[in-house]
Nanobody
């Protein structure tokens, strides 16, 4: 089992920035890829970004390209999501997830482990 704990959410004005963190513990050796998803009320869970646990590959959803940056610190077993130029439509609960697979990183079903989520609210 791997455990994931997110932090860093909050309320920010449009145009502001936030950095989310996801600390992994437990069976982290089995992790191949880490992802960030978000879910707004009444909407499906949406892929935001993903990063391989080793190597340099990163992937972004359309809503994140150019504004969000995913990174990791393997020494701390932590993945980050730096978000800039935030918009009200970025308001959602943001979830960190981990998978031992990587071929369909955009799909929530690929990920076995999930954090509890952290709320991001962007006010206009």
């Amino acid at each position: 089992q791997a455990q994931l704990v997110e932090s860093g959410g909050g309320v920010v004005q449009a145009g502001g920035s936030l950095r989310l963190s996801c600390a992994a513990s437990g069976r982290t050796l089995s992790i191949y890829i880490m992802g960030w998803f978000r879910q707004a009320p009444g909407k499906e869970r949406e892929f935001v970004a993903a990063i391989r646990w080793s190597g340099a590959m990163t992937y972004y959803g359309d809503s994140a390209k150019g504004r969000f940056t995913i990174s990791r610190d393997n020494a701390k077993s932590t993945v980050y999501l730096q978000m800039v130029s935030l918009k009200p439509e970025d308001t959602a609960v943001y979830y960190c997830a981990a998978s031992s697979l990587g071929s369909t990183y955009q799909q929530p079903a690929t990920y076995r482990y999930w954090g509890q989520g952290t709320q991001v609210t962007v006010s206009s």
